[in-house]
């Protein structure tokens, strides 16, 4: 559900009917008339296509031609019976769609083959091309399955979450809403599907079916783009998702405990579900303690949970890697066996029962020297202190422009500090993504620290401590006049 782009499939269309059907539902288009009447439709779905019945009159004269043009004319005409076979097998959803949608959504078709100009424009280059306009205006493709039962099915099954639309009187509406959201959803429509009534349908993906929760969802709200935003987002990815590397940030945005293993639903789909039912099962019973569930493929996180949570592949053997990751980036990591009883104990971390795993090089022995080194484990002691500020530097292996705030140290309301911030995690408030970052943490203030941008000469640094330190500053023993 992630992403990365995704795919807008808004299954109304199929093809065009072949000659003799009824087309009084279905507006036909020209090169002279395709701009002002499409623009007279909010949506109009439009089918480029090369009719069946174009066919050349042959005459005696046609004797007189050449053996090459013949066989011109073989290859022209197998290739527009191999066109045509598309447009006649889906012929008949089309009409029956402009008949059911008839005053919610036109219709619409072009014939390529006397409208070269229309076709040029659009770049149309097969039949049928489907396309999706919007006031006159080219939406986009229609690039999603076809409006039959059997393929909808076929994109509810091999895809992530589908929110299905299938009420022709809200379709304006629908289709609205999934343009403005089909760069995070997928969707599809259909007029085939009977959904006894139903308006929207959110299909969770069936390699996640369980019993712990429908597969099925239900929109029953008024619908609009906020509704159907607030309805997708609060049911999309169920108790226990399958957690990603393209929707890691959007389920991230809380409390989320993850069990990563082998989990590939493609060639092991019962060995995937196996630990995944056992934390639906521990998801179920301690749910609404503020603590969310995942699982994740093990070999997608292997460098995430080597550097941020010290996790090797030697680690856990065939058990899962289970962590903890909060909204605000405290990070926990559980090493015994994941059972009910351990999660219990996750649920109840706030009771200070549960150490937070902080990436952080040792404390060292002795930080005598003039720019004092931080490293995770003592960032509150040194760097939140509450009395004095702090100028801290986040730099890698290197640190050039220590030497040059050595003189600032001799302020006795100032610390000047470094941290190798490759190898210790970073706290929350410190935006830290290029080397070096140098932020001043100010006395009584330390939750909103300042980040400095300006030169790395001395007298640059006294000027912007001269402005934003809370005391004072002195250098030497002497005020600093700039």
């Not at 499409?38 to 090369?50: D, K, N, P, R």
């Not at 039959?148 to 895809?159: N, S, V, W």
């Not at 639906?280 to 303690?289: D, I, N, P, Q, V």
């Not at 210790?424 to 932020?439: F, L, S």
Request: proline share 4%; net charge positive.
């Amino acid at each position: 559900m992630e992403a990365r782009a995704r795919l807008l499939a808004l299954a109304l269309l199929s093809c065009v009917p072949a000659p003799g059907s009824s087309r009084r539902d279905v507006l036909e288009l020209s090169d002279a008339d395709f701009d002002y009447l499409s623009a007279e439709h909010e949506t109009l779905l439009v089918t480029f296509y090369a009719p069946c019945s174009t066919f050349m009159h042959i005459t005696g004269s046609v004797m007189l031609l050449t053996f090459i043009i013949i066989i011109f004319l073989f290859i022209f005409f197998l290739l527009l019976l191999l066109r045509c076979g598309h447009c006649k097998k889906l012929a008949p959803d089309f009409e029956k769609a402009a008949t059911r949608l008839k005053g919610t959504v036109q219709l619409a078709k072009v014939d390529c083959t006397a409208n070269l100009e229309v076709c040029g424009r659009f770049g149309v280059s097969g039949y049928p091309t489907l396309k999706i306009f919007r006031n006159g205006r080219d939406s986009g493709p229609y690039d999603g399955p076809r409006s039959t039962e059997d393929e909808l099915q076929t994109f509810i099954k091999h895809y992530d979450a589908s929110v299905v639309g299938a009420d022709s009187s809200h379709l304006a509406e629908f289709l609205r809403a999934a343009g403005m959201l089909r760069e995070q959803f997928r969707f599809a429509h259909s007029v085939d599907l009977e959904l006894g009534g139903k308006s929207v349908l959110l299909f969770r993906p069936p390699r996640m079916d369980n019993k712990f929760e429908d597969s099925v969802i239900v929109f029953r709200e008024y619908l609009t783009i906020g509704s159907l935003r607030r309805f997708i987002g609060d049911n999309i990815h169920g108790v226990c998702p399958h957690l990603t590397m393209e929707n890691r940030d959007r389920l991230r945005v809380r409390d989320l405990l993850t069990a990563h293993y082998d989990l590939d639903y493609h060639h092991n789909p019962r060995g995937s579900n196996y630990w995944r039912n056992r934390v639906m099962k521990m998801a179920s019973t301690f749910s609404g303690r503020g603590l969310f569930f995942s699982v994740a493929n093990k070999k997608d996180f292997l460098s995430e949970l080597e550097e941020d949570f010290g996790l090797g592949t030697s680690d856990g053997g065939e058990l899962p890697f289970v962590t903890i990751r909060t909204k605000l980036g405290h990070k926990y990591t559980m090493r015994e066996e994941f059972t009910p009883s351990q999660a219990k104990y996750y649920t109840e971390r706030s009771s200070g029962r549960l150490k937070r795993f902080i990436k952080s090089e040792p404390i060292p022995e002795r930080n005598s020297a003039a720019v004092k080194t931080v490293v995770a484990e003592n960032f509150d002691d040194l760097v939140n202190s509450p009395e004095r500020d702090v100028l801290i530097q986040f730099y890698s292996r290197s640190c050039s422009h220590c030497k040059k705030l050595e003189p600032l140290s001799s302020n006795p309301n100032i610390v000047i500090a470094r941290m190798n911030a490759g190898d210790n995690d970073v706290p929350n408030g410190y935006d830290v993504q290029g080397y070096p970052t140098i932020y001043l943490a100010r006395a009584g203030r330390k939750d909103e620290p300042i980040r400095y941008e300006g030169g790395r000469e001395l007298r640059d640094f006294l000027k912007f401590l001269k402005s934003e330190s809370t005391h004072r500053l002195r250098v030497g023993g002497a005020k600093v006049e700039l």
